[in-house]
């Protein structure tokens, strides 16, 4: 602290300083009296009664002063061990919550079953495709027009938001097209894990696509269910390519009727004559939106298998092949030789086969004689269960010889 002394004082002149101490001057120099200006001017820190109001910095009177001081004290009084620090420390026991909707430890929230389009066992294009009106592409994916016509699509790859490494691709075409999955129930005419009035939330990446409906069904074909009730879509997130994350919350309506099975969740396109795109699709529970479940590829397809399973590409891999052998008598142009085939995963119900030649001839398989001549070789009469497949064929070529025949079979058991 800097004392600014009068220049030129007289003597007994009085000065009083910034401290509040008074100076006089005694005719050569400044002395202090030893005293403050008005000591009752002041409130003893040992204790005072204030007449007049207190001001704070921010506002605000001295029973505010005196509340916050409580709460300073209460604060300090609270003992926070047993507390963990949001920004981070480390918990000693178990942690037990009713809902983790963050990040990778809620593990399997996605009810939808290849939302990246990793599974691609019926082989869709890049190349744009003519598919009918109501038609699987990607596995556990259908699409349906709104006219009957057919729709032109494919599935593109790239590196893409939410960690998806394809999008389906739909050409600009003068009709609705409603992209949906319908998610297995536990148990055909119950709730399973959609109770009435829970809260879902669907979310998904794209251009040109908007949720549609959520609602009870019984599958393909059948009657749906009463549609449930949906928030305004809201945005999550923009790239600088104008493809967006939206989501909805659904909440669960209707439901338990007795042929109901699955959850039929349906977008469609926003306008016509506009393309497509459509990616990193899910379908969680809970009012959030978190971001896109990565599962591993393996699991993934072996979740898809449960509805359709295909041994290879007719007319483009041999897939799988199968040898048998006759060591000779009778006549080998009549019976049948056959051989199972298992499926690597059981099949939800007892799956429609249908087997492919190596050339992609549908209800045929191409057969090797030991004379190296590659026929179509039917009629062909397959039993199915669940678990596996058997194919029985009309026996051709002389006895004893090693007779190989190859081809393809789709196991279709979707909903």
């Not at 079953?113 to 990607?138: E, H, K, M, W």
């Not at 009730?229 to 009727?257: D, H, K, L, M, Y």
């Amino acid at each position: 602290m800097t004392l600014q002394f009068p220049n030129n004082p007289s003597n007994g002149q009085q000065y009083t300083a910034s401290n509040n101490l008074i100076y006089v001057w005694d005719g050569e120099k400044w002395i202090t009296t030893g005293s403050a200006q008005a000591a009752g001017d002041y409130v003893n820190r040992t204790g005072d009664v204030m007449t007049g109001q207190l001001g704070l910095p921010g506002g605000g009177s001295a029973a505010d002063a005196i509340q916050k001081q409580e709460v300073q004290s209460l604060i300090s009084a609270i003992d926070l061990t047993p507390y963990v620090e949001k920004a981070g420390s480390t918990m000693t026991g178990d942690l037990t919550v009713p809902s983790l909707n963050g990040g990778q430890l809620a593990g399997f929230r996605n009810q939808l079953i290849n939302g990246n389009f990793t599974c691609n066992q019926r082989n869709l294009s890049d190349t744009p495709l003519s598919l009918p009106s109501s038609a699987y592409i990607v596995d556990r994916w259908q699409l349906q027009s709104s006219d009957g016509q057919p729709i032109a699509c494919s599935i593109q790859g790239g590196d893409l938001a939410g960690g998806s490494t394809a999008f389906i691709d739909i050409s600009g075409t003068a009709q609705t097209v409603f992209i949906l999955q319908y998610v297995e129930l536990g148990r055909i005419g119950a709730h399973a894990q959609f109770s009435p009035n829970e809260e879902w939330t669907v979310s998904w990446w794209g251009g040109n696509i908007e949720f549609a409906s959520c609602s009870f069904s019984e599958g393909t074909g059948g009657p749906a269910g009463t549609t449930w009730t949906a928030t305004a879509p809201r945005v999550i997130e923009t790239t600088s390519g104008g493809a967006t994350r939206q989501a909805v919350t659904v909440t669960v309506t209707g439901g338990g009727g007795a042929g109901e099975s699955c959850v039929a969740v349906v977008w469609k396109n926003v306008a016509i004559n506009v393309a497509t795109s459509f990616y990193s699709a899910q379908f969680e529970p809970g009012p959030v939106a978190t971001p896109f479940e990565q599962r591993p590829i393996a699991l993934e397809l072996s979740l898809c298998q449960r509805y359709f399973e295909a041994s290879g590409t007719p007319g483009v891999s041999r897939g799988a092949r199968w040898h048998t052998y006759r060591d000779g008598g009778g006549t080998p142009s009549t019976g049948r030789s056959g051989i199972p085939h298992y499926f690597k995963v059981p099949k939800r119900v007892v799956p429609t086969v249908t087997f492919f030649s190596y050339d992609g001839t549908s209800g045929a398989v191409s057969s090797t004689t030991g004379g190296g001549t590659t026929t179509l070789v039917g009629p062909l009469q397959g039993t199915q269960t669940d678990l596996h497949c058997s194919l029985w064929y009309n026996n051709v070529g002389s006895s004893g010889t090693v007779q190989s025949f190859w081809g393809d079979f789709y196991a279709d058991a979707e909903l």
